[in-house]
C-alpha cells in the first residue's frame, strides 16, 4: 500500500530533551515536506526537500532540523524542544508535479507535547 | 505570495441536506486549487484538486468545486451530506511547483446533525 508513515504517532517530552520525528514514504516520491497544525492556524510548512541532500525553510522553520539523505527518509529534528512546539505535526510527499499531480499525500500525524 | 481564505471556522449541517464550504484565493494568475479532508485522528486525505480547463471538477467521496476568477473562490460543494462527512475541510494552494509548497487556509470544522 501506497503510504506516508510517521512514527511516533504520540509523544511527551521535557523541554530540552532532543527528539526525532521518522517519516517514511514508499512510492519513490521526489519531493517531501513537513508542516505543523496549530487550532485557528490550518498548516505551516516547516521545511522541505525536492530531493535527496536538497531540503530547504518552510514558513516556520526555527527550531526544527531536518535531513534528506535517502530518498525515502525524511525525519525531522527538535534539538532543543520548547513548550511552543507542542503540535500535531504531518509529514508528506509528492512525485514531481505534471498532468497527473494531485498534492502531496500525508501521514497520519504526530501529536508532540513538550512540557 | 498566495494565500487563501476560509471564512467559517464552523458549520453546523443537517444530514441529508446541502453543503458549500467557501474558500477564497489571493494571487494573481490562476493557482492550483485543493480540497482536503481531515477526520478525526487521520492525516489529510485530497477531495479534488484544480488546475486548469473545466472550472467544475468533481472529487471522490460525492464532492465537487466550482473555481470562478472572477470571485477568486473555489468552493466546495455537496449536495446532500452523510454524517460520515463530519470532519475538518481545508482549502489549498500552490502556484510554485519549484519548492511544492502547499498553503493551507485555517480549516472549516464540519458538524452534522441527524
Known amino acids: 500500500e501506497a503510504q506516508v508513515t510517521q512514527n511516533p504517532r504520540y509523544l511527551i517530552t521535557v523541554t530540552g530533551k532532543k527528539l526525532t520525528v521518522t517519516c517514511s514514504q514508499n512510492m519513490n516520491h521526489e519531493y517531501m515536506s513537513w508542516y505543523r497544525q496549530d487550532p485557528g492556524l490550518g498548516l505551516r510548512q516547516i521545511y522541505y526537500s525536492m530531493n535527496v541532500e536538497v531540503t530547504d525553510k518552510g514558513d516556520v522553520p526555527e527550531g526544527y532540523k531536518v535531513s534528506r539523505k535517502e530518498k525515502r527518509n525524511f525525519p525531522l529534528i527538535l534539538e532543543s524542544p520548547s513548550p511552543n512546539q507542542t503540535s500535531l505535526y504531518f509529514c508528506a510527499s509528492s512525485p514531481d508535479p505534471g498532468e497527473y499531480y494531485d498534492g502531496y499525500t500525508f501521514g497520519s500525524g504526530t501529536r508532540l507535547t513538550v512540557v | 505570495a498566495q494565500s487563501v481564505t476560509q471564512p467559517d471556522i464552523h458549520i453546523t449541517v443537517s444530514e441529508g441536506a446541502s453543503l458549500e464550504l467557501r474558500c477564497n484565493y489571493s494571487y494573481g494568475a490562476t493557482p492550483y486549487l485543493f480540497w482536503y479532508v481531515q477526520s478525526p485522528g487521520q492525516g489529510l486525505q485530497l477531495l479534488l484538486k484544480?488546475?486548469?480547463?473545466?472550472?467544475l471538477v468533481q472529487g471522490i467521496k460525492g464532492f465537487e468545486a466550482e473555481f470562478k476568477r472572477s470571485q477568486s473562490s473555489f468552493n466546495l460543494r455537496k449536495p446532500s451530506v452523510h454524517w460520515s462527512d463530519a470532519a475538518e475541510y481545508f482549502c489549498?494552494?500552490?502556484?510554485?511547483?519549484?519548492?511544492?509548497?502547499?498553503?493551507f487556509g485555517t480549516g472549516t470544522r464540519l458538524t452534522i446533525i441527524p
Open positions: 484544480y488546475f486548469s480547463g473545466d472550472t
Open positions: 489549498a494552494t500552490t502556484t510554485n511547483f519549484g519548492n511544492e509548497k502547499l498553503t
